[in-house]
């Protein structure tokens, strides 16, 4: 059965999908907010003028940066929740459905798109250190880093998980309702991605590099799943990418703040931009060429 099969399982009439966005939205902005703002409330009442939360960035300063990751980690586990009411409860149909047509997840195929991309991530974070000797500074705290580590790869693969299933998922499966074709679902997936991520800090250094990034990955992944009539290689390259980014290489002033062991001083636009567009090119020859998997 193909992939976007799935929806036809369960019911499509349009007061579901009204439903299905109010409780999406509820779980996600309303009740995931809890965690985030009750740690707000927690740091601006405990007497330190050094744990504050900063006004320029809405990030956290003072804090073990693992305490905040958790509390902002938390809103996709709820998201994740309000998903699997919808899919079930308001759709009526199988879960399983927005990761496979089989009957079980291809965990080798996950790990590999995982290991490809993983690998993809670190040669370009070498080739910028080589290209800029001094853009990163070696910033490993073992005190914050390795109890950051057990929660980042606990709850990343969680939040990345939850992206997918709705992004590629869900709303790629509903929108074939209207469409199959592979080039318009792929650029609806990366315009409804990039919605989002408008709000990264990181937007600012380019208003018109970024937003084709995070549109250009969307888009990336949801083709691939396409193609590969699953999510599973986009579960691993995502996974990949944000594990890669918080434990190994992320930048000064990034949306998830996180105790990397390397951090960039600044923000390269353009290198990290058409860096992930070739990056994205050989992870597709990597997979599809030669040998061309079959859709």
Do not use: C
């Amino acid at each position: 059965m193909n992939y976007l099969d799935a929806v036809h399982e369960g019911k499509n009439e349009w007061w579901r999908y009204f439903i299905a966005l109010f409780v999406i939205i509820f779980m996600w902005l309303v009740a995931g907010s809890t965690p985030v703002l009750a740690y707000a409330i927690v740091v601006s009442a405990d007497g330190d003028p050094a744990t504050i939360i900063d006004p320029d960035t809405n990030q956290f300063v003072g804090v073990n940066p693992t305490w905040p990751f958790i509390a902002i980690m938390l809103s996709f586990v709820m998201l994740l929740i309000g998903l699997y009411l919808v899919v079930r409860f308001v759709h009526g149909r199988k879960f399983m459905g927005l990761v496979t047509s089989a009957s079980a997840v291809n965990w080798r195929r996950v790990g590999e798109g995982f290991g490809i991309w993983f690998l993809l991530a670190a040669v370009l974070a070498v080739v910028e250190a080589v290209l800029h000797p001094n853009r990163y500074q070696l910033t490993f705290d073992p005190i914050n880093f390795l109890p950051f580590a057990i929660a980042a790869l606990i709850l990343i693969p969680v939040q990345t998980t939850t992206e997918e299933l709705v992004f590629r998922g869900y709303v790629l499966q509903s929108a074939s309702l209207f469409s199959r074709n592979r080039i318009i679902l792929s650029i609806v997936s990366g315009i409804l991605f990039l919605g989002p991520h408008l709000t990264n800090p990181e937007v600012g250094e380019d208003v018109l590099l970024l937003p084709l990034f995070y549109f250009s990955l969307g888009a990336f992944l949801a083709y691939i799943s396409l193609k590969d009539n699953s999510l599973e290689l986009a579960l691993g390259l995502h996974a990949a990418n944000n594990l890669f980014t918080a434990l190994f290489a992320n930048y000064a002033n990034s949306a998830l703040a996180t105790p990397a062991i390397f951090t960039a001083r600044d923000f390269d636009s353009a290198y990290n931009v058409f860096g992930a567009l070739i990056a994205m090119a050989v992870f597709y020859l990597l997979f599809y060429w030669p040998f061309h998997k079959p859709a």
